[in-house]
């Protein structure tokens, strides 16, 4: 796809190995390709593959209403437990209501949180005074656009510049 745009002229190629010098199609076609370098091969031509793509054009992101989820809530919370801080492993981790269901506690971004299945269940329906709890962080409804990246995600050193 990001071929496609840069052949279109749609967009461009970052040389993140060099100079971070921008190439239209042509310009980055006749790079020569380095020893281990990742490339695409056509009867042809011999291409690199291009890490940073600089678009032309820019039409705004749709902004979306994220849907409640037990896997955005675990994205939200980047996936630590919200009453001690500790990255757990996802099949570590449980949701737990701050404010119980039973005692009108609702489904909504404000009262759930990430939180160990250990403590939830140490937890059962007090409130987080009586389990003797609190918060690191207050739970919010998230942005869109902090969805973008998973935070799990080993980012390569070469994006960081663009991110």
Known sequence: MAIRIVFAERGS????????????????ASLIVGENKECIHSPKLKIRIPEVMVLSHYSKIPVHRLRLTKKNIMFRDLY??????????PSELDIDHVVPQSRGGKNTWENLVVTSIKLNRKKDNKTLEEAGL??????KR???QSFFLDPRMDIPETWKKFI
């Open 13 to 28: 190629f970052v040389d993140v190995d060099h100079d971070y010098e921008v190439y239209g199609w042509d310009g980055w």
């Open 80 to 89: 630590k437990c919200q009453y001690t801080g500790k990255e757990l492993k």
């Open 134 to 139: 609190t918060l690191i962080r207050e739970p």
């Open 142 to 144: 998230p942005k869109a």
